[in-house]
């Protein structure tokens, strides 16, 4: 089946199945473009509780399938390819958590939203990369453990030096990997640029920055901005919508080669496969997809825990 054929077909089961598909900034472009909201993995999990269909396809890797569920419990979450994992929302064990949490009496757990729901279920409140400044800053305890990421950590800590921050040794390897040179490099090759940069990024590349923010905030920041050139120091997938939202100026990728790997893993032939899966056609050309496709499920009391942990996020954070 060539592309064309499957984004038909696609277009076909999903109105028969009456499906939504959201799909993250990272994955690729071909998958953007047939889902029906992209955003990053707190706004697609909102969507995927305000609208009404049962049944999602969630184009992300599975700590954003987790999220999704643990909001929409009652509603049907596929991953089109459950191996299709963020290593970063595994970076810290529980035994690490509770040990801090002993030695401190004055102690929040603040984890970004970048986690899996188990580490999410021994946190006091979730972050975004969006909202962790607002979000810190009203919390009433002295003593921040961060987790997973270290980087975001320590961005958060220089704008709030009046916290005592614990961070973990959590990083996201694609960001981790972008390096000074290559920012410097892409300087020279465009010195009217701005650079936009991606909190998840090592210090030396953040304090370049003339913007630092969340994917979707770089996609707002340089929409509004007057600027006709930007360096993007993120996974080059947002580029896409950046693109398509600005066609009159210019995006450069700090690197093509910062590509997630994970997200990537992601194929329109999953997506429909999910969705012969979700119409129980398990064999339609000659293919069983129950080995890459995975209905997410959350274990009931995990769940519950991670989303008092989301619940307060969406308190402090209004
Ligand atoms: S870009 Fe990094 S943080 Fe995002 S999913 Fe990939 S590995 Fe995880």
Redesign the pocket.
């Known amino acids: 089946m060539d592309q064309q054929d499957l984004v038909q077909k696609i277009k076909q089961l999903k109105e028969k199945k009456h499906a939504l598909i959201v799909a993250h900034y ?1 994955v690729e472009d071909e998958i953007q473009e047939i889902a029906d909201y992209v955003g990053d993995s707190y706004y697609l999990s909102k969507i995927c509780k305000q609208r009404e269909e049962n049944l999602i396809i969630f184009c992300g ?1 599975a700590f954003m399938g987790e999220s999704a569920k643990i909001l929409s419990p009652q509603k049907r979450i596929i991953m089109p390819n459950k191996y299709s994992d ?4 595994h970076m810290i064990d529980i035994k690490k958590i509770e040990e801090v949490k002993a030695q401190y009496e004055d102690l929040a757990v603040v984890c970004y939203i ?1 986690s899996s729901a188990q580490i999410k279920a021994h946190a006091d409140v979730i972050v975004t990369s969006s909202n962790a400044y607002h979000i810190v800053s009203k919390l009433k305890q002295k003593n921040i453990f961060f987790i997973p ?1 270290q980087h975001l950590g320590r961005h958060l800590a220089k704008q709030l030096p009046e916290k005592h921050f614990i961070f973990n040794d959590g990083f ?4 981790t990997n972008i390096t000074k040179q290559e920012l410097e490099e892409q300087r020279k090759r465009h010195p009217l640029a701005e650079v936009l940069v991606h909190p ?1 990024c090592p210090a030396d590349i953040t304090e370049q920055a003339d913007y630092i923010g969340s994917t979707a905030g770089m996609i707002n920041y340089a929409t509004n901005s007057s600027k006709l050139e930007f360096i993007i120091c993120t ?1 080059v997938g947002v580029l896409h919508e950046l693109r398509k939202k600005n066609p009159n100026k210019q995006f450069f990728s700090v690197g093509e080669q910062f590509i ?1 790997p ?2 990537k893993r992601i194929t329109l032939k999953n997506v429909y496969e999910a969705l012969v899966y979700a119409d129980e056609m398990k064999q339609e050309d000659g293919v069983d997809c129950s080995d890459v496709i995975k209905d997410m499920q959350v274990e009931e009391s995990i769940a519950r825990k991670a989303e008092c942990a989301l619940i307060k996020m969406h308190e402090l954070g209004e």
């Open positions: 990272y890797v963020c290593p970063m929302a970048n990421d996201c390897h694609v960001h998840e996974e997630c994970n997200m």
